[in-house]
């Protein structure tokens, strides 16, 4: 499929609840659950950068990096470049990247999403309520 069609069905997939998320926290989360099966971002997507606290793992991608991390305290934050951790750990994985030209709904929905393998178990949860 050309990456146009793949953004269709990653939108469609959201709409329908299906095996699909949008949004830079909901990729980074799933890209690190290896739920991903493909990643796909819309060209004029540049979320900017994003931290993780080293001890306790919290990961922001859309606040400023505070002096210290708000659940734990620590001052041992890593910065990172969002656009570029997404597509680092989407290789790692050996999942497909689709960067697509232009696409409203997509960018609508934060200019990033993906296409899953799976769901997350507290997702199946709230499926079957």
Aim: hydrophobic share 40%.
């Amino acid at each position: 499929l050309d990456s146009q069609a793949i953004a269709e069905q990653l939108v469609s997939q959201i709409y329908s609840h299906g095996l699909a998320i949008a949004g830079t926290q909901s990729t980074l989360e799933a890209l690190r659950a290896g739920q991903v099966d493909i990643l796909v971002i819309v060209k004029p997507y540049d979320p900017g950068y994003g931290w993780e606290c080293r001890r306790c793992g919290r990961v922001e991608t859309l606040s400023a990096q505070p002096d210290a991390c708000p659940t734990c305290g620590n001052r041992s934050l890593h910065a990172f470049e969002v656009r570029g951790e997404l597509v680092r750990l989407a290789g790692k994985l050996g999942c497909g990247i689709e960067v697509v030209d232009h696409c409203d709904a997509l960018m609508n929905l934060g200019g990033v999403g993906c296409l899953l393998r799976f769901l997350a178990p507290e997702r199946y949860a709230s499926r079957a309520a």
